[in-house]
């Protein structure tokens, strides 16, 4: 451990990754050399060598920026030998502002690559979190193929609210979750990780998909809520728009129970067709408050070659440079023959174009298409 900090600083001294970019400022070392010797004695040149060490801390490492430093303050001393001498005081406070100049660019380049090292290894813890938060949904369960996408709203985040998860039960279906936690920051990671936690341990359990529903409800408003007084209850606080499915394996139907998130879309062929229920249930964590004691389940023909895809409000609700929203139920139909990963893939960079590779919310979606057994 004692020799880490020493491993840090030699590490911050390593070469930058654009070494071509070198000759720019060595360049302008050379260019000013020649052109401050050539012109009149009254025309001075040699403060832009600063530039050099300056220009370098863009593209380089410490050790870069240093010897670039050095090399400018040789220039100047070569200037000074051929123009005026050393012993002139410009000269000195020009050698002596360009190694001040040097040293601080130098400084900054390893507080910079300090910076940059901390940053990567909190991207890798961030990065560990997720796989265990949210776990790659599987290729392939009974009869169906699925595949899940997650796009952060911040190109630096891994974690955020959007939420999905599958499991297999013992009477031969598989149950699905797709949602959205609200807020951002940690506390809607918190939030997420409890309703994945709860759904993950009863899913395969609970017998019907309105008791796995009061189960979750329940789970999340306890959890969100058990260390607060009565007079700090906030029922509006936490919640998540969440849709549950099952999938059984052999009846070409899918059941589900919608707490106010957007409508799953079925394609089938050139059609899109939303699954919206008749009853549409409030978010979980919301309904045991407001006396929801039971869930209506909705159920649509989902048959061979039918793919079904999941989506959460970032996809809908993204906008472009118009403030238009994404049009999906438009360019849905195009991907209906495709893989669930290929249509992913092909919405991914749909959307990512529509704005502009700028998200103002975190997207999720799930495609699931229904093979023969």
């Not at 040789?74 to 123009?83: E, P, S």
Request: charged share 20%; hydrophobic share 45%; proline share 7%.
């Amino acid at each position: 451990m004692a020799l880490r900090p020493w491993r840090e600083f030699r590490r911050s001294w390593e070469p930058g990754h654009a070494p071509a970019l070198m000759v720019i400022p060595l360049g302008l070392i050379v260019a000013v050399c020649v052109v401050d010797v050539l012109t009149p004695p009254h025309i001075h040149l040699g403060p832009l060598l600063v530039a050099a060490p300056a220009i370098t801390v863009a593209f380089a490492g410490a050790r870069a920026t240093a010897l670039m430093g050095a090399l400018a303050v040789a220039a100047q001393v070569l200037i000074g030998v051929l123009r005026e001498g050393l012993s002139s005081a410009n000269i000195q406070a020009q050698i002596a502002a360009l190694i001040v100049v040097s040293a601080v660019c130098v400084g900054i380049c390893v507080l910079r690559n300090r910076r940059e090292r901390q940053l990567h290894r909190v991207r890798s813890v961030a990065e560990a979190a997720q796989s265990v938060l949210l776990q790659p949904l599987p290729g392939r369960a009974g009869p169906l193929r699925i595949a899940g996408l997650y796009i952060p709203a911040e190109e630096e985040a891994d974690l955020g609210g959007d939420l999905y998860a599958a499991a297999r039960t013992d009477h031969h279906s598989t149950r699905l979750l797709i949602g959205d936690v609200r807020g951002n920051g940690l506390a809607s990671i918190n939030n997420t990780a409890l309703l994945l936690g709860a759904f993950r341990a009863a899913a395969h359990r609970q017998a019907t998909l309105p008791r796995l529903a009061i189960h979750l409800d329940a789970a999340f408003r306890w959890d969100t809520s058990q260390w607060r007084s009565r007079t700090e209850q906030d029922t509006d606080e936490d919640f998540a728009t969440a849709i549950l499915l099952d999938v059984p394996d052999h009846e070409p139907v899918v059941h589900l129970i919608n707490c106010g998130h957007p409508p799953p879309l079925l394609l089938r062929g050139s059609h899109v067709i939303p699954l919206t229920p008749e009853a549409s249930h409030l978010p979980i964590g919301l309904g045991g408050a407001f006396g929801v004691t039971a869930y209506d389940v909705q159920t649509f023909p989902f048959e061979v070659g039918d793919l079904l895809l999941l989506y959460t409000d970032g996809v809908i609700e993204a906008r472009d440079t118009d403030h238009l929203f994404y049009p999906l139920t438009e360019r849905a139909p195009a991907w209906a023959k495709d893989d669930p990963d290929e249509l992913l893939r092909a919405l991914h960079d749909d959307l990512l174009t529509h704005v502009h590779g700028h998200l103002n919310d975190d997207a999720a979606a799930v495609a699931i298409r229904r093979l023969g057994l």
